[in-house]
Each structure stands twice: as C-alpha cells, then as structure tokens.
C-alpha cells in the first residue's frame, strides 16, 4: 500500500508540481488549497505525513500544525512545512518535524518526506 501525503498550499502551481512528482514517486496524494479543509481532508483521507505552507490566504501554517499536534488522533502524523517567508524560530513552536525553504528542489523533498515515512515491512515469501 502506498504512503499517502496530503498536501495543503493555496498556490495552484505548487500543488500540481508536487503532487505530480509525488504520484510519480509512488504516494498517493490529496491536495487541497483552503485550510479549513484540512481537519475533514485528515478524516477522509488518513495521511501518512502532511506537506502544509506556511503563508496562506486563509490562515498561518504554524498556527495550523500547532492545533493538529494538540489534537491527540492526529499528533502522530508528521508535518513538513515549506514556505520561503518565515523566521525558522517560529518553526520550532510549531512542533512540525521538517521545515523546506521555498523554492526547492525535488530531491530535497522526496528526502524530507522519506526521512519521516516508516519504510515499508517486506513480506517473508
């Protein structure tokens, strides 16, 4: 079963890049654009990590991750945030487990995103 990302960035470009670099690398990926999709997207769709930007039109990416690590059915599910406009102190109050600086390439994001994900257990034949 593949990992599932869930991706929350109110910047259309961004979002179709990483989930389509994301899909490629074999996770399946819901992307969303509003943060008050976030709580019902983390029910619906069970991620295994979450991608969230910082700057958002309708809210702050700290305060966000903040709210899901107090929430105790989703502060096991770890957080990367990625924005280029944020003062890497506040990062640490958002107990998030990864920060990427915006603009950023693939490689560093696919090794963020592996860094936290549990390997897959192969199966014994």
């Known amino acids: 079963m593949n990992k599932r990302i869930l991706i929350l960035d109110d910047n259309r470009a961004i979002l179709d890049v990483v989930t389509e670099a994301l899909v490629y690398e ?6 969303i654009s ?9 029910e619906d769709f069970l991620p295994d990590l979450i991608l969230l930007d910082y700057r958002l039109a309708d809210a702050n990416g700290v305060d966000l991750c903040s709210r899901l ?8 599910i770890p957080v990367i945030i990625f924005s280029a406009y944020v ?3 506040e990062i640490l109050l958002a107990e998030c487990e990864g920060y990427l600086y915006k603009p950023f390439d693939l490689a ?3 090794s963020a995103v592996r ?6 257990k192969e199966l014994a034949p």
């Open 115 to 120: 860094n936290l994900l549990p390997a897959e």
């Open 34 to 42: 509003l943060a008050g999709q976030l709580f019902q997207a983390i």
């Open 108 to 110: 560093a994001l696919f």
């Open 26 to 31: 074999q996770f399946d990926v819901l992307d």
């Open 87 to 89: 003062d890497p102190g």
């Open 69 to 76: 690590k107090a929430t105790p059915q989703y502060r096991h």
